[in-house]
């Protein structure tokens, strides 16, 4: 087998393609034949050692790819040879084989595209545990979706109108807007451009989002917070800008409003039934076309090195996909 291999914590420049012994699935695994693999924003901080999970050195990176089953291990009765599957691993998929644990194997229904698969289970596991799970939202609530042209941005648009709701997108170029409002937004707020708090007040009639689904963090978190309605729910996904916001206590007491923390891993972890439902409900609304992964583009997996400057430079819109040959 080859993968991309990790020896260093120095980023993406440092990963090298290399020969490995392909290796056999010990009890409970199985050996995945990668088609796709996509990349999210954790693979750019675990090369960096910046990501809450770190795997002992060297490792592959990849947290989610698709593709077939290609070797079971001892007691793995639920896969077979040739089934294809979806994987969430951590780590493993930036490259041809990967082995994972059979209980983060996901047998794919028909239909279901190995492209879509190897693009769906991180942003939209992540975004339906945020919005339908954690903040409970309903059909008519208002949502404002912080980095909407993202991966888990374009997961949590699609989402939110899948369940009845208002989405107000917002992103850092009109390209991302418009790509929102394409999506099915509502409404766009470009905020390099344009004033969040005033533009927020003009499409609520002063009343403020519902729910704040904030996968950037940073700057942008203490004005969206206190735009936010009575009885709002802030969705702390993520600080893809770089900073932890700080914010005052005193703006949860004037709205009424919750700080809701999202960690999916965890929850994966944690709550395995709940997860599976939430997956199950995800493949149901796939196979009725309300959601689909927003492919950005389709890359050799040669060409990783190139996809993760396109996302450490905010170019992505929706998922990078990387094929094997
Ligand atoms: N809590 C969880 O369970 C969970 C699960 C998955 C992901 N996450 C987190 O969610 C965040 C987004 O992940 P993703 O895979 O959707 O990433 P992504 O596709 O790269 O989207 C991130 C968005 O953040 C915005 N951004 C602002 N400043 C940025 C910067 N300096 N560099 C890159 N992007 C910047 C960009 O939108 P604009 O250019 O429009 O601002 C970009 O579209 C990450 O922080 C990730 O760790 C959390």
Redesign the pocket.
């Given at each position: 087998m080859q993968a991309w291999l990790c020896e260093t914590l120095d980023g993406a420049e440092a990963l090298r393609w290399q020969d490995l012994p392909t290796p056999e699935p010990g009890a409970g695994e199985v050996r995945i034949a990668v088609k796709a693999a996509s990349?999210?924003?954790?693979d750019l901080?675990i090369v960096r050692g910046q990501y809450q999970i770190k795997p002992p050195l060297p490792f592959v990176p990849g947290a989610e790819f698709a593709g077939h089953v290609d070797a079971v291990g001892e007691g793995v009765n639920q896969l077979q040879v040739g089934m294809p599957v979806a994987a969430i691993s951590g780590t493993g998929g930036f490259g041809t084989h990967a082995i994972v644990k059979a209980a983060r194997v996901l047998p794919l229904p028909a239909g279901f595209a190995l492209e879509d698969a190897a693009a769906f289970a991180?942003?939209y596991g992540?975004s339906h545990?945020?919005l339908v799970d954690r903040a409970q939202l309903q059909s008519g609530e208002t949502v404002l979706v912080?980095?909407?042209?993202?991966?888990?941005?374009t997961a949590a648009l699609q989402i939110a109108k899948a369940v009845g709701a208002r989405v107000i997108a917002?992103?850092?170029?009109d390209e991302?807007c418009a790509l929102c409002r394409a999506l099915g937004a509502d409404a766009s707020i470009n905020?390099r451009t344009e004033n969040l708090r005033e533009s927020l007040k003009s499409l609520t009639a002063g009343k403020g989002p519902d729910v704040v689904y904030d996968?950037?963090?940073?700057d942008l978190a203490e004005p969206a917070f206190r735009s936010i309605a009575w009885r709002g729910r802030y969705l702390?996904?993520?600080?893809?800008?770089?900073g932890i916001p700080a914010l005052p206590w005193n703006l949860a007491l004037l709205k009424g409003a919750s700080v809701v923390g999202?960690?999916?891993?965890e929850?994966v972890q944690r709550e395995p039934q709940a997860s599976a439902a939430a997956l199950g409900e995800l493949a149901q609304w796939y196979a009725k076309g309300l959601i689909k992964p927003v492919i950005d583009q389709r890359l050799p997996m040669s060409e990783l090195k190139a996809a993760f400057t396109r996302?450490?430079?905010?170019q992505?819109?929706?998922?990078l996909v990387l094929f094997n040959a």
């Open positions: 990349l999210n924003f954790p901080l991180f942003t992540t545990h945020a912080l980095g909407a042209a993202g991966g888990v941005g917002a992103a850092s170029s991302k905020y996968p950037v963090g940073g702390v996904i993520g600080f893809a800008g770089g999202v960690f999916w891993g929850f996302m450490g430079t905010r992505v819109c929706g998922k």
